[in-house]
């Protein structure tokens, strides 16, 4: 997952995109990134870490002139975290400078990038983004974006695309729509970005979703739609819904704020918890559906959790130990509040357990009686690989056990997790406009090879193995 915005037409562009990274730190927070372009000339400047570190004060900014800006907050599903794979990732084609920012996951190219290197190209980056350049540079095609639409056809997955050329910004989406991609105005300026909450934030007004199949360009004529991928079914990430986008934001038709509360009363309406004093969230990704929880039910809501902000999310450390460090640096419980009490805690998913096992046991140290474990998606069985960094079925913690094996293993009283059902019937679009297939298997695009995170890695330390001669 990554969060990506976009200006065309504004002296201060490299601003707008810093404060538009700002509003979409939660989707990315292994690098950011910024590239202007200013006549013919770019400027780049990019690094690992949160948008906070990458730009500490002013001066990061002052040499990003142009009036035309692409940014990038990176969260890595292809290619190690690594400074090389930050985006905007930058080229030259033709000795014109094009950089590309990418939301999303593209699936099948090993064999099209092994074919790629035979013919001669030398890849930079361990990206999945970066075939989409070498796709584009070979195509023919008038103008950049007529090679960027042959591109596209022929890559599968999902893509949000910004691409910022010197004939103009270019915007596509995949046909399924996979990720979210706002279009929005602020006076003359164009805005671009992955949830609206970045428009919100920068002033800009929402006009419309950039289209699933849609390849745009916004030049100094404006926007004009120049391509249509072949339709599909959208297929929507149902868990934008679920975790990741930001309650504020509109994403795919629909406030994430609305939705959310209205998952919290179906759980509710399916797995009630009647003998319980008080109903407490996960801060922050659960709030929300645990105030539609608190509503529906008739429990009383409690803030029983107090979250420490200058941590970064547990569930991105690499290593297990140091992620159940993170959990209790993270989290800490209000005992007043908690102490004698039977308790629901409300989460949006488990992936491997480890929050949810190591809360339960603060929340027992906290002298709570009970404690009811409820989840507003259903149990995560299966890897994603449209661009969420859910682990292999190996260390998803419901992908081999029953769900009493799962609650015997977060040690809790009681777990329940939302339906499948009931998790689509809580959308306002129809629920086979959804991809769900880390809960379901059924994966709208067949996975021909391996699709590990580290995929391009490893074909190039195989490469890399050079016999010594000594041995
Ligand atoms: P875990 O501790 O591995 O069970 O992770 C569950 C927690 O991670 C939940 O509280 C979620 O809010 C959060 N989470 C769920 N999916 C993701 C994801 N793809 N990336 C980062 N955090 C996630």
Redesign the pocket.
């Known amino acids: 997952?990554c969060g990506i915005i976009g200006i065309y037409g504004n002296p201060e562009a490299a601003t707008l995109a810093y404060l538009g990274l700002y509003a979409q730190q939660h989707r990315g927070q292994e690098g950011a990134g910024i590239v202007t372009l200013d006549g013919a000339t770019v400027h780049r400047h990019m690094g690992q870490g949160l948008v906070s570190d990458v730009y500490p004060d002013q001066s990061a900014l002052n040499g990003l002139e142009g009036n035309v800006a692409i940014g990038h907050t990176r969260?890595s599903t292809t290619g190690g975290i690594d400074r090389k794979n930050v985006g905007p990732l930058l080229f030259n084609v033709e000795d014109q400078p094009v950089s590309i920012a990418h939301n999303g996951n593209l699936v099948n190219l090993a064999a099209k990038r092994r074919e790629l290197q035979k013919q001669g190209a030398i890849f930079q980056t361990t990206t999945d983004t970066e075939i989409i350049i070498h796709l584009m540079a070979r195509a023919k095609g008038a103008r950049l974006v007529d090679r960027v639409a042959t591109a596209l056809e022929q890559v599968e997955g999902a893509f949000s695309l910004l691409i910022l050329t010197p004939e103009g910004l270019i915007a596509a989406r995949d046909p399924y729509g996979w990720r979210p991609f706002a279009i929005g105005k602020l006076k003359d300026t164009w805005v671009l970005a992955s949830e609206t909450c970045a428009l919100d934030l920068i002033g800009a007004q929402e006009l419309r979703d950039v289209q699933p199949g849609e390849v745009l360009l916004i030049d100094d004529q404006g926007l004009q739609t120049v391509h249509q991928l072949p339709q599909r079914t959208a297929k929507h990430c149902v868990?934008e819904y679920?975790?990741?986008s930001r309650p504020d934001s509109r994403i795919f038709g629909s406030n994430v704020d609305k939705l959310r509360r209205k998952i919290g009363k179906t759980l509710a309406d399916e797995a009630p918890a009647p003998t319980a004093d008080i109903v407490i969230s996960?801060p922050d990704?659960?709030n929300t559906a645990t105030l539609g929880y608190a509503d529906r039910s008739g429990i009383r809501h409690e803030i029983g959790l107090i979250r420490n902000h200058y941590v970064g999310?547990?569930?991105?450390r690499p290593e297990q130990k140091l992620?159940d460090l993170t959990?209790k640096l993270k989290f800490s419980t209000v005992k007043g509040v908690l102490e004698g009490k039977e308790v629901v805690i409300v989460?949006?998913?488990?992936?491997?357990?480890?929050?949810?096992?190591?809360l339960a046991r603060l929340l027992r140290q906290a002298g709570v009686k009970k404690v009811h474990v409820r989840i507003t998606s259903p149990p995560?069985r299966f890897p994603?690989h449209f661009g969420?960094?859910?682990?292999t079925d190996k260390?998803l913690?419901a992908a081999h056990r029953t769900k009493e094996e799962v609650q015997a293993y977060l040690g809790v009283d009681s777990l329940e997790y939302l339906s499948l059902e009931g998790l689509l019937a809580s959308m306002d679009l129809p629920g086979d406009q959804f991809c769900s297939a880390c809960f379901s298997g059924k994966y709208p695009i067949a996975l021909e090879e391996s699709n590990s995170k580290d995929r391009f890695e490893m074909e190039f330390q195989d490469s890399e193995v050079i016999p010594d001669p000594a041995l």
């Open positions: 997952m969260y868990f679920v975790y990741f996960v990704s659960s999310r547990s569930f991105i992620r959990v989460d949006d998913s488990i992936v491997r357990g480890t929050t949810m096992r190591t995560i994603c969420l960094d859910f682990p260390e913690v």
